[in-house]
């Protein structure tokens, strides 16, 4: 059974910064791409950042310049730094991980249960 359990959120200043982490766990063999992905309330899942097996990282135009996305393989964990807040990030937060769990079966689609952001004063 995997599970990816995310954390890091909370209530946040305009302005501020926080870093979200999600940590894989279960009978993972490979993890592939990783992204973070947000929902505001009415509005559709919006793709934040994506980071690929080979580390190639794309980022939506709203958070570019103001977020960091990485990994660490060996903790199979992945971060999403975003700093200079603004009330407009408020969202839920997902984490999603194409992964495998055994040699040679074809990764699927895991999601996170989301964290909370909210930037407000």
């Not at 979200?20 to 934040?48: D, H, M, T």
């Amino acid at each position: 059974q995997v599970q990816l359990v995310e954390s890091g959120g909370g209530l946040v200043q305009p302005g501020g910064s926080l870093r979200l982490s999600c940590a894989a766990s279960g009978s993972i063999f490979n993890i592939y791409a990783i992204r973070w992905w947000r929902q505001a309330p009415g509005k559709e899942r919006e793709l934040v950042a994506t980071i690929t097996v080979d580390g190639s990282i794309h980022y939506a135009d709203s958070v570019k310049g103001r977020s960091t996305i990485s990994r660490d393989n060996a903790k199979k964990t992945a971060y999403l730094h975003m700093n200079s807040l603004k009330p407009e990030d408020t969202a839920v937060y997902y984490c999603n991980m194409d992964l495998s769990t055994a040699r040679g079966t074809i990764p699927d689609d895991y999601w996170g249960q989301g964290t909370q952001v909210t930037v407000s004063s």
